[in-house]
């Protein structure tokens, strides 16, 4: 049986959130500013402004295990962190081009795609 996750908001004061006592009373343990389901750090983003908006509507399917769920592409998670105009998420963006995560992005715009 698959299960579906809808995207939900995540904030910077978490515990205002009613999601995350949801999760955090059926055992899912918070991890800085991610919640731990299964073995994965999940991070919840706000919709707040145009570009998250958009990041979401484009966001792809995915399947974990037996859940479906939906990403948010690479560009847009990039982006995002370049709007934050944070060290941390400016930090992120060099370990996505350090393991390569947005070659496929340089290669098209190097065609001129």
């Known amino acids: ?41 999940v991070q919840f983003l706000p919709v707040f402004n145009e570009l998250i908006e958009e990041a979401l509507v484009n966001a792809v399917d995915a399947e974990f295990g037996y859940t479906a769920t939906h990403v948010l592409r690479a560009e847009y998670l990039a982006a995002i962190m370049l709007q934050t ?24 715009l190097s065609k001129g795609v």
């Open 1 to 41: 049986m698959v299960t579906h996750l809808q995207p939900f908001p995540f904030y910077h004061k978490p515990r205002r959130i009613p999601f995350y006592s949801y999760l955090t009373q059926r055992g899912y343990k918070p991890q800085g500013e991610a919640i731990i389901i299964g073995d994965w750090p």
């Open 85 to 108: 105009d944070r060290p941390k998420d400016f930090a992120r963006l060099l370990q996505f081009i350090e393991f390569g995560v947005l070659n496929w992005m340089r290669n098209a």
